[in-house]
């Protein structure tokens, strides 16, 4: 009982993290106080859980480069569910990650049949105008992914690494599936490594931030990442070993010569495999940073060796929104979402009609008290609309103690709601006259 006076919805984090375990997706909780200040979905447990996260945030606090990374489809409106993914893309981008944004029109065209000129119509006038009026940076990069030819070439490079079974077996391929589909799997996982080719500075920590669904993508691509890599370093206790994969002589000898030049310890050659033994500073256990020494070295070898040398990218994850008609948000039911293209209007009647965590009737509510967790209105508030933690704490208390009627939320939050829409309408609007700094051509 205690929990559920958790005004950030406890009870559904405690669902998602009973999920995760069995995925192997790790709590965020880890995470938020090594952050100074976290983005209001991080402190409002709305981001609930990460995948190797602390490796992005290390590189954050030490200013080392790091990036951001996600897609959106050009299949239908822009939404609030995508201005979530927005809005971590932007934080990343202000903590001084270089930021990337794929309109997947590839993807949308193989999977949903969508045409070239819809793809772009909708890239644009849905999400880039949305992106940039939320205040993505033009240093960063918005790219068509038919357009980016180095995402595309690494795209085949790493389907040369995965074959049908595999891929199948995570999204359910079959023999009718077209062969445009699966590339387009690869051009997602491209999407994701892409920041770290060359052009873009080199191997770094990448965050992918996504909607839970999104994992599988995530698995398959940090998969492929330590796939492509020529070299794996483990510790063993008091000494390191790093394994050749299929490393070849030339690169066996240049890791061996690496390794001898940095005075680590005693380098062992053997045929697929070199032992650093009587490490430095090695008191029975390895420590973490040599450890990573040892391996951004590997990488430099790797890459001046024609390989990627890639970092397994990281991702978080936010829960979703409960849809306005009840059950999920999706795009494809116009009642159970607000589009960010949306009449203000209309998306305030659409609030109006929401189905909330109140009672049937004003008695119960002020006897039994709402349910702010189930309801689809507080959330409006709790994910976008209220920068104040005590407001809404102030609300959720409200709510359950049977002091506060759903009419007059709705009305609240209809009007926050319209007023939101039009000034990012308005944002959106001035953003169509900067598309040429962001390298798109209208
Ligand atoms: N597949 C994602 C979707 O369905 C879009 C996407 C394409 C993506 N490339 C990506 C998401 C890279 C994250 C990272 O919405
Ligand atoms: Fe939701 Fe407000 Fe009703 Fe509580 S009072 S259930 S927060 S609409």
């Not at 590839?106 to 940039?132: F, P, Q, T």
């Not at 240049?254 to 001898?260: F, H, I, Y």
């Not at 040599?290 to 024609?306: A, P, S, T, W």
């Not at 189905?355 to 409006?380: D, H, M, N, W």
């Amino acid at each position: 009982m205690e929990l559920k006076l958790d005004p950030w919805g406890a009870v559904h984090v405690d669902d998602y993290n009973r999920l995760f375990q069995e995925f192997g997706i790790s709590s965020f909780d880890e995470i938020l106080p090594k952050l100074k200040a976290p983005h209001p979905y991080m402190r409002r447990r709305i981001i609930f859980g990460h995948r190797n996260y602390d490796s992005v945030v290390r590189a954050m606090l030490q200013h080392r480069p790091f990036a951001v990374m996600s897609g959106f489809m050009p299949s239908g409106r822009v939404h609030f569910g995508h201005m979530m993914v927005m809005n971590e893309i932007i934080w990343h981008q202000q903590q001084g990650g270089d930021a990337f944004a794929a309109i997947a029109n590839m993807e949308a065209h193989a999977v949903r049949g969508i045409s070239w000129a819809k793809c772009r119509d909708l890239g644009i006038n849905e999400y880039i105008l949305s992106l940039i009026a939320l205040g993505f940076q033009p240093s960063g990069h918005i790219y068509f992914q038919s357009e980016n030819f180095k995402m595309r070439d690494l795209a085949f490079e790493l389907a040369a690494s995965a074959n049908f079974s595999e891929v199948s077996a995570i999204y359910g391929f079959s023999g009718e599936t077209t062969i445009a589909h699966m590339a387009s799997v690869m051009a997602q996982s491209a999407d994701i490594l892409h920041p770290q080719l060359k052009e873009f500075g080199g191997p770094k920590p990448v965050v992918i931030p996504v909607g839970a669904d999104q994992d599988p993508h995530i698995k398959l691509t940090r998969d492929l990442a330590y796939r492509m890599r020529r070299f794996l370093v483990e510790r063993r206790g008091d000494y390191v070993s790093i394994r050749g994969k299929a490393a070849g002589d030339d690169l066996m000898q240049a890791a061996e010569k690496a390794l001898m030049d940095a005075d680590f310890g005693k380098v062992r050659r053997y045929a697929e495999h070199i032992d650093l033994t009587e490490i430095r500073e090695s008191e029975g256990l390895v420590s973490g940073e040599l450890m990573e020494e040892i391996d951004r070295m590997m990488r430099d070898v790797e890459i001046k060796h024609g390989e990627f040398g890639f970092i397994p990218p990281a991702s978080i994850y936010h829960r979703f929104m409960t849809g306005l008609a009840g059950g999920k948000m999706s795009s494809s039911k116009p009642e159970s979402h607000i589009a960010l293209t949306e009449d203000p209007k209309e998306a305030a009647k659409k609030i109006m009609r929401a189905i909330t965590g109140g009672r049937q009737s004003l008695a119960e509510q002020r006897k039994l008290g709402g349910e702010p967790e189930k309801c689809s209105v507080y959330e409006f508030l709790l994910f976008h609309l209220s920068d104040d933690d005590e407001e809404l704490r102030e609300l959720d208390g409200e709510c359950r103690s049977g002091r506060r009627m759903c009419g007059t939320c709705k009305k609240d939050v209809a009007e926050r709601v319209e007023i939101f829409l039009r000034e990012h309408q308005q944002a959106r609007e001035a953003a169509r006259d900067r598309l040429p700094e962001f390298g798109i051509k209208t």
